[in-house]
Structure formats: structure tokens, C-alpha cells
């Protein structure tokens, strides 16, 4: 059962209010989405993630992290400029 700890004002802005947990359930799936301006962007925070999943507070607990790449971003790049200039000069 998660019940709301008591709220602290930061130094600006609106009050944060932190949940207080209770128990640990038997199992828990998280899921999160990325979005990264450059495809080597991608590597720093799988790395990080992996980095910080080794810090578990339960000794016991299993922590997998399945990092799945999908589209990438539209990275500008000198292909992406050419297309588009060319796209500009053509006439609808």
C-alpha cells in the first residue's frame, strides 16, 4: 500500500509531493520511452540505465532491462539537407 509522505516545498516552483511505500510487490514491470535527438545518444543511456539497474536495494531482486531500439531519430545529416532542398524546388 503506497500512502503520500508529507509534502516539500522545493526552492521554486510548485509543491512535490513524494509517495511513501509501504510494502515491495512480488513483481513489477516498468516501461519508458527514449527519445534522443542523435542515434549515439542512444548508447549513453542504455549504458546509464545498465549502470544504474546494478544498484539494486533488494540484494535478492532480479532487475532485467530489455533495451529495444526502434525508429531512429531524424538526425540532420548532408543526405537529410540535399532531399530536402531538392523537395523545395519542386513544384507541387
Known amino acids: ?3 503520500p509522505s508529507p509534502s516539500i516545498p522545493p526552492r521554486r516552483g510548485p509543491i512535490l509531493t513524494l509517495p511513501l511505500v ?3 510487490a512480488a513483481s513489477a514491470a516498468f516501461a519508458a520511452d527514449v527519445r534522443v535527438a ?5 548508447d549513453g543511456v542504455e549504458q546509464t ?3 544504474r539497474i546494478r544498484n539494486k536495494l533488494l540484494p535478492e531482486a532480479q532487475v ?7 525508429r531512429p ?3 540532420a545529416n548532408e543526405a537529410n539537407r540535399k532531399h530536402a532542398a531538392y523537395v523545395r524546388r519542386k513544384p507541387i
Open 73 to 75: 531519430p531524424l538526425q
Open 1 to 3: 500500500m503506497s500512502h
Open 64 to 70: 532485467e532491462l530489455d533495451f529495444i531500439r526502434g
Open 38 to 42: 542523435r542515434v549515439a545518444d542512444l
Open 22 to 24: 509501504l510494502w515491495v
Open 49 to 51: 540505465l545498465r549502470e
